[in-house]
Structure formats: C-alpha cells, structure tokens
C-alpha cells in the first residue's frame, strides 16, 4: 500500500472511532459540561449544507506530536459539527479540502510562497485563506510554527462552531502578549489554594506511571484559546516540587502538554537550597547559594528541556525571600535569573509585597518595595503586578506600578478563580472587570499609556511579555464548579492574545460554543454575564469598598472583623466606618498613596467631586450625609446599590427560569440552583453590610431598601465551614 493511501486508510478508521465516540458521548455524558467550548455536536442544518461544501477533507501531512493534534481535533471537530465524516485526506486537490501546516511540513504551503508573511507573524500566528488548488476551491490554515497551524485549526472550528461565514476567508492573527500564562495554585497533597473546583489536575501520587487523560483535554482547552504557559504548583511553594522524583513526574506532564504548545513554569521556594541543598543560608548573594541554583536549573533543563521558568513569590506572606537576608527582590531575581540564562528560562518575580507596618497603608505597598529597582531586574525577568493595589477585590483602581516602572517588564496577574468573588458559586463574567483594568490610562507617557499598553510592550517597548491569570479550574466534572465560570477561562485566554477584544464579543463566541446559537436566548445570556461584574460590586462592595469578607475562607460579608493580628487582614482597617463617614482617605490628609498615580490620575481621583464614585470610598473618607451625582446622600446611595444587586439577581433567576427548555436540562438546573445561592449571598452581604453600617451612620434604610432579614448580632454569630 502506498504512503498516501495508508494514510488515508487510517484517517478513516480514526475517523470513525471519533464519530463513534462521539455518539457515545452524546448520548452518555453530554451535557455535564465537561466538553468545555470544545463541544462539536451537529450544527443547524442550514449551516451544514453550507458548511459541507467547504469542508469535505483535511489535508495535515507530516509527522509530530502537533501536526496529529491537528489531526485529531480537525477529524473530530469537523466530523462532529457536520455530522458526517471529515476524513484525513493526502490530497490538497480536492474541493473543500482543508490544508493545515508549516511551509516545512506541507509541500502544497511550500509552494504558495508565503514565508515572509508567516515570518512576520512568528511561529504562534497563522493565516487562514480561501484559496483555489487547480480548480478546487480549498482552505489554507499555515503558520511559520505547528503551534500557530494548531491554533489556527481551532480558530477555523471556532468559526464554524460560531456560525461565522468560512468560504471567503482572509485572516491573519498573531498574538499581541508573548507569555500567556495560568497560574495553579496547587499543592502537592492534591488541594488548591483558594481553588473552588475540587481537587488539583495533578495526580502526583500516580505520575509519572499513570497519566490521567484529563492531562491532554486540559492541553487541548488551553491550546483552542492560546494559552502557552502553566505554572503548576501553589505560589506558596513547597520545595519538593524541585526533587529529582517530582521533576520526573513535571517531566510526564510537560510531555501531555508539548504538543499543544503549553510549557511548564514551577514556584521556586527561594529557601530551597537550605531544604533541599542542605545549606545553612539561601542567601542570594552567596557563592554556593547561587551554585545550588545553577545546577539545580541544569537538572530541570535535563529533565524538561522547554521548561518555561520559575514563578516567585518572595517575603509575602511569611515565604522565605531575599529580604530574610538583607539582600534586595532584585538580588533574588537577579541571581535566579542567571540561574535560568543558559537555558534561556524566565524568573517571574510576584509584586505582591506587603509589609507589617504601624500605621501604613497596604495599597501602597507593592509600590514601595519594588518601584526603586525599576531599570535594575535582569533580561529574562518579568515583574508580575496584580490588577489592583491590595488583593483581587471585586472592584479595585489600577496597580499604580503599571505606570511607574517604564525599565522593567511588567506582566499584570488577575484572578480566575474568585477568591472574592463568590467562589465558584456566583455567576460572575470577569471579561469586564477586566477591560477595566486593561482600559485604565495610567498616564504614565500621557494620554493614551493605558495598561493594555503597557503589557503588550507597545508603550516602552518592553521586550517580553506577558500576562498570568490564577486558574479556577479542578477536578469537577465541568472544570471549575460553575457553567458558567468556564467563560472566565476562556475569556482570560482571548483577552491575553488579543487584549483589545470587547467583553460582549468574547460572550457572545463563548455562548454560542457552549449553551445555544438562538439569537434571542444568546442575546438574555450575554446581557446576564456583561451586568454581572457590576450586580457583584453593588451588593459585595460597591462605591470603592473594598475588603469586606470573612477572614480566612473569604467567603460572605464580616465589615465588623477586626480580632486578626495584622491590622490589614482585618476589614476595620479598609473601611474606616465612623459616626463621620466611610471609606479610607488615601489623600494628602491620609496615607497619600494616591501619590503614586500620574497627574492628571491622581488629580481626578484626590477631588472627592471628580473622583468616579466607584471608587470614591477607596480614595477618600466621605460623609454619610455627602451629596452624590444622583442628589441623594452617600448612604442612601450605598444602600441602594446593595439593593440594586439584589434585585439583579432575582431578575435573572427569572430570566433564567424562562431559558428552560432552550438549554439542556442538566446545564439549566444546575446553573438554577447556583443562581438561588447567588441571591442568598446577596442578601446576606446586603443586610449584614448595611446593618453594621447603620450602627455609625444611625440612618435609617431609604425607601426602595429591603427590611433585613435577621439582625446584625444573627449575621455575625453565622458560621461558615469551608
Ligand atoms: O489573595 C491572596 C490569597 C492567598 C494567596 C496570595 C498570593 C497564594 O488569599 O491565598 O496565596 O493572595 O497571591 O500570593
């Protein structure tokens, strides 16, 4: 038999075991979610026959571990959606077939030329074109690298998965961030820290032997929303994780991930020498120390030869770090770098430092600590910055070090998983909040120097890039514990390739993959997840409150906590309340943090009549009786935003009863039952917020405010366990 139609011939039988599969899981487990936006079910009639004409092979020669992921996701993709086989085909020659490669493993792309092009779209990017072959009409997905050919293959099935014409196309994308990372805050016992989807991804008791399938999917998701980067350990790191026996076990994972362009990262705890190396110092400026490391990066290199480089978080939180010895953060990051020059691996160094201070203000912190070495972190460092000043609150102003650290290359790391934000129980689409963080102007270079910019590297030329986002993904059947925060993911991986995509737009690809392609039922559920970021603020905190919680879990409203050692773990310290107003005064007269914004920024915020009112009680101490834009005073104002985020939640719920029928009956009552949880929380964060309150404003409740539910002393005497 010869090479084409042995190839051929295997195609067809892959081809059938997927269709066969897929039967199986249409009928099984179809709709548990586990398909993510990678569910390829048959698409409307009229969309197939139009679609069938266009897609009738794929034409994906060569041998690699990618090129058979193209492969494999093509056949089944295509197959699924059409409903009918899409076989592997050898020959480009055919109508509607769909030609996917490298000018290297494909002789049909060869032969059309286009490597300048392709070069200039790296080996990420790709092209996709309607061409002519002869007389067929065919499709061309190419790139310079199998990377971009395998993201251009799901860019193709995203179109047709988002009903988009295909028989006339002409795209070119390259992505705008280098690094497009999720961060796994994931210990070795198999818990996540702050993780609401059950347990870690990672089966290390059985790797390396056993490699749970799940692995590849994981990759696969990543790979349809271009994700290349995976930090797969807690921040918080436990030194083992660097052991010879662990890294074999990395190794397993990083070879699932390989050929979907994923790399691993790993946290370094920066004590390891001492744990693990047996010294008596992890002093970054010791001789042996600074060996250790060396030769401790050699052996990963040997054992993942593209490890991706250590994340780091360093004299935060009571982990060990440069400051234990008097050095400086840049003397750690500097000496770890060095570490991971000659393999060309990054030293991610976490901003996120904060000091026990009397008397100081934690948003001004990170600034403090790391703004004097701008200029002075090595090559292959990157300096990651949380999106706001203290700690992934549901609303916070921008991290004043995007606008002040032009020599070094900033990387901003938000929140998937939410932490603040309702656990993995409230509907929340954080694609808005944030295109608020990456819209803020910082002013840095004037106007125009937003945080998009700065991270894309357009603003001071930075020369890598890169964005983080903390995964909110487990072992739960559906990923991340909720339906709906699966968009969260998939958003996080389109903003990061191209952050200048609209949240409406990202909702409304990410609905129409995962939940229905009814216009009318599209347009409820994309205006439910836009307003819903908002609907959180009004009724957690609304107005530039902020760090209202429950300490510890983090879950529910505690604004009277104040019983923790550290002054800024206690919501007291945050809000400020007394029978004079609310909110913490970062002006002159305050801490003064506000210093650390460009004018005109720090002026628009430091003017209680300028400031945008959300954030007006994280930037100033305001009367209860303050005017606001609306004519009312602040606390009426304050209490009908908790209100109004209670009546958002109840609308939906409706509007979400009225989807039935439209969504499949597992998604919907599974996403029901979370929404009744959302309005008990809201409630309970409304009535217990407002009723403290009250005991310093000693107003009552406007009208249109609900009566609440139980007193005060019931909310604070409520018990959670986590
Ligand atoms: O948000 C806080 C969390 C910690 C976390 C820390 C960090 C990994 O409460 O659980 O630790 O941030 O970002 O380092």
């Given at each position: 038999m010869?090479?084409g139609?042995?190839?051929?011939?295997?195609g067809f039988?892959v081809?059938?075991a997927?269709?066969?599969?897929?039967?199986i899981g249409?009928?099984?487990e179809?709709d548990?979610g586990?398909?993510l936006?990678?569910?390829?079910?048959p698409l409307?009639?009229?969309?197939?026959?139009?679609?069938r004409q266009?897609?009738?092979s794929?034409?994906v020669?060569?041998?690699s571990?990618t090129?058979e992921?193209?492969?494999?996701?093509l056949?089944?993709g295509?197959?699924?959606?059409?409903?009918?086989?899409?076989?592997i085909s050898?020959?480009?020659h055919?109508?509607?077939?769909v030609?996917v490669?490298t000018p290297?493993?494909s002789p049909?792309?060869s032969?059309l030329?286009?490597?300048?092009?392709?070069a200039?779209?790296?080996?990420?990017?790709?092209r996709?074109?309607?061409l002519k072959?002869?007389t067929h009409?065919?499709?061309v997905?190419?790139s310079d690298g199998?990377?971009g050919?395998?993201y251009?293959a799901f860019?193709?099935l995203?179109?047709?998965?988002?009903?988009?014409?295909?028989n006339n196309l002409d795209?070119?994308q390259?992505p705008r961030?280098q690094l497009?990372m999720?961060?796994h805050?994931d210990?070795?016992?198999?818990?996540?820290e702050?993780g609401?989807?059950g347990?870690s991804?990672?089966n290390w008791s059985?790797?390396?032997?056993?490699?749970?399938p799940?692995?590849?999917?994981?990759a696969r998701?990543?790979?349809s929303?271009?994700?290349?980067?995976?930090?797969?350990?807690?921040v918080n790191?436990?030194?083992q994780?660097?052991?010879?026996d662990y890294l074999?076990k990395v190794?397993a994972?990083?070879s699932?991930f390989?050929?979907?362009?994923?790399?691993?990262?790993?946290?370094?705890?920066?004590s390891?020498?001492?744990e693990?190396?047996?010294?008596?110092t992890?002093?970054?400026l010791?001789?042996?120390?600074a060996?250790?490391?060396k030769?401790?990066?050699d052996e990963i290199f040997e054992?993942?030869?593209?490890?991706?480089?250590?994340v780091?978080?360093?004299n935060?939180e009571?982990q060990p770090g440069?400051?234990?010895?008097?050095?400086?953060?840049?003397?750690g990051?500097?000496?770890l770098?060095a570490a991971m020059?000659?393999h060309?691996?990054?030293?991610?160094?976490?901003a996120?430092v904060?000091?026990m201070?009397p008397?100081?203000?934690?948003?001004?912190?990170?600034?403090e600590n790391l703004q004097?070495?701008d200029?002075?972190f090595a090559a292959?460092v990157?300096l990651?910055?949380?999106n706001?000043?203290?700690?992934f609150?549901p609303?916070?102003p921008?991290?004043?070090?995007?606008?002040a650290?032009p020599?070094?290359q900033?990387?901003p790391?938000f929140?998937?998983t939410?932490?603040?934000?309702?656990?993995?129980n409230?509907?929340v689409?954080?694609?808005?909040?944030?295109?608020?963080?990456?819209?803020?102007d910082t002013?840095?270079?004037g106007p125009?120097s937003t945080?998009?910019?700065v991270?894309?590297?357009?603003?001071?030329?930075?020369r890598?890039t890169?964005i983080?986002?903390?995964?909110?993904?487990?072992?739960d059947?559906?990923?991340?514990g909720h339906?709906?925060?699966?968009?969260?993911?998939?958003?996080?991986?389109?903003?990061a390739?191209?952050?200048?995509?609209?949240s409406r737009?990202i909702?409304?690809?990410?609905?129409?993959?995962?939940?229905?392609?009814d216009?009318?039922?599209?347009?409820t559920?994309a205006r439910?997840?836009l307003?819903?970021?908002?609907a959180?603020v009004?009724?957690?905190t609304?107005?530039?409150?902020?760090h209202?919680?429950?300490?510890?879990h983090?879950?529910?409203?505690a604004?009277?906590?104040d019983?923790?050692?550290?002054?800024?773990?206690?919501p007291v310290y945050?809000h400020?309340?007394?029978e004079?107003g609310l909110g913490f005064?970062r002006?002159?007269?305050g801490?003064?943090?506000?210093?650390?914004y460009?004018r005109?920024?720090?002026d628009?915020f430091?003017n209680?009549?300028?400031?945008?009112?959300?954030?007006?009680?994280?930037f100033h101490h305001v009367p209860?009786?303050?005017r606001m834009?609306?004519g009312r005073?602040?606390?009426d104002?304050?209490?009908l935003?908790y209100q109004?985020?209670v009546d958002?939640?109840r609308s939906?719920?409706?509007e979400?009863?009225?989807?039935?029928?439209?969504?499949?009956?597992?998604?919907?009552?599974?996403?029901a039952?979370?929404l009744?949880?959302?309005?008990r929380?809201?409630?309970?964060?409304?009535?217990?917020?407002?009723l403290y309150?009250?005991t310093?404003?000693?107003?009552p409740?406007?009208?249109g405010v609900?009566?609440?539910?139980?007193?005060?002393?019931e909310?604070?005497?409520?018990s959670?366990v986590?």
């Amino acid at each position: 038999m010869s090479q084409g139609s042995n190839r051929s011939l295997r195609g067809f039988i892959v081809c059938l075991a997927i269709a066969l599969q897929l039967f199986i899981g249409a009928t099984a487990e179809a709709d548990d979610g586990y398909r993510l936006w990678l569910r390829y079910d048959p698409l409307p009639t009229r969309m197939i026959t139009v679609y069938r004409q266009r897609v009738t092979s794929a034409v994906v020669p060569g041998n690699s571990h990618t090129l058979e992921a193209i492969r494999t996701e093509l056949v089944s993709g295509c197959t699924g959606l059409l409903g009918r086989p899409v076989p592997i085909s050898s020959d480009a020659h055919r109508d509607g077939a769909v030609i996917v490669g490298t000018p290297r493993s494909s002789p049909l792309i060869s032969g059309l030329r286009w490597e300048t092009q392709l070069a200039q779209l790296g080996p990420e990017g790709f092209r996709i074109r309607s061409l002519k072959v002869g007389t067929h009409p065919v499709t061309v997905i190419a790139s310079d690298g199998e990377i971009g050919a395998l993201y251009g293959a799901f860019h193709f099935l995203r179109l047709m998965q988002t009903l988009q014409p295909i028989n006339n196309l002409d795209v070119t994308q390259k992505p705008r961030i280098q690094l497009r990372m999720l961060d796994h805050w994931d210990n070795l016992d198999g818990s996540i820290e702050r993780g609401y989807a059950g347990r870690s991804l990672w089966n290390w008791s059985a790797l390396p032997g056993t490699i749970d399938p799940r692995l590849r999917d994981y990759a696969r998701a990543n790979a349809s929303i271009a994700i290349n980067g995976s930090l797969l350990n807690n921040v918080n790191a436990d030194a083992q994780i660097l052991t010879a026996d662990y890294l074999r076990k990395v190794a397993a994972i990083a070879s699932v991930f390989r050929p979907y362009g994923v790399r691993v990262f790993l946290s370094a705890r920066f004590s390891a020498p001492i744990e693990l190396g047996g010294l008596k110092t992890a002093d970054p400026l010791d001789a042996e120390v600074a060996m250790w490391w060396k030769k401790k990066a050699d052996e990963i290199f040997e054992f993942i030869h593209d490890f991706g480089g250590f994340v780091v978080k360093a004299n935060s939180e009571g982990q060990p770090g440069p400051r234990t010895y008097n050095r400086t953060h840049v003397d750690g990051a500097n000496m770890l770098a060095a570490a991971m020059a000659p393999h060309n691996g990054l030293v991610i160094w976490r901003a996120f430092v904060y000091d026990m201070k009397p008397g100081y203000d934690r948003a001004g912190a990170a600034y403090e600590n790391l703004q004097p070495f701008d200029g002075k972190f090595a090559a292959n460092v990157l300096l990651q910055v949380k999106n706001g000043p203290i700690d992934f609150q549901p609303r916070e102003p921008f991290h004043p070090l995007f606008g002040a650290m032009p020599k070094t290359q900033l990387m901003p790391e938000f929140q998937i998983t939410q932490e603040y934000l309702g656990f993995s129980n409230h509907l929340v689409f954080l694609a808005s909040m944030w295109r608020e963080v990456l819209d803020s102007d910082t002013y840095a270079k004037g106007p125009g120097s937003t945080i998009t910019k700065v991270t894309d590297g357009s603003l001071y030329s930075q020369r890598l890039t890169g964005i983080a986002g903390v995964a909110n993904t487990g072992s739960d059947r559906n990923w991340t514990g909720h339906h709906f925060l699966q968009a969260n993911w998939y958003a996080f991986g389109r903003l990061a390739w191209n952050p200048d995509l609209n949240s409406r737009q990202i909702a409304e690809e990410w609905i129409k993959m995962t939940f229905t392609r009814d216009p009318r039922a599209t347009g409820t559920i994309a205006r439910i997840m836009l307003e819903s970021h908002q609907a959180l603020v009004d009724y957690m905190t609304p107005l530039g409150l902020h760090h209202l919680m429950w300490g510890g879990h983090h879950y529910g409203p505690a604004p009277w906590w104040d019983t923790f050692e550290r002054d800024d773990w206690n919501p007291v310290y945050y809000h400020r309340a007394d029978e004079r107003g609310l909110g913490f005064d970062r002006t002159e007269t305050g801490s003064n943090t506000l210093s650390q914004y460009h004018r005109p920024v720090r002026d628009r915020f430091e003017n209680p009549a300028t400031c945008p009112e959300e954030f007006l009680l994280w930037f100033h101490h305001v009367p209860w009786a303050h005017r606001m834009k609306s004519g009312r005073i602040m606390w009426d104002e304050l209490a009908l935003h908790y209100q109004r985020g209670v009546d958002w939640i109840r609308s939906t719920r409706k509007e979400w009863t009225a989807l039935a029928g439209v969504v499949d009956p597992e998604r919907y009552d599974q996403v029901a039952k979370k929404l009744a949880i959302q309005e008990r929380d809201a409630i309970w964060w409304r009535d217990a917020v407002l009723l403290y309150f009250q005991t310093f404003s000693k107003r009552p409740l406007p009208a249109g405010v609900e009566k609440p539910a139980k007193t005060l002393e019931e909310y604070k005497a409520k018990s959670l366990v986590w």
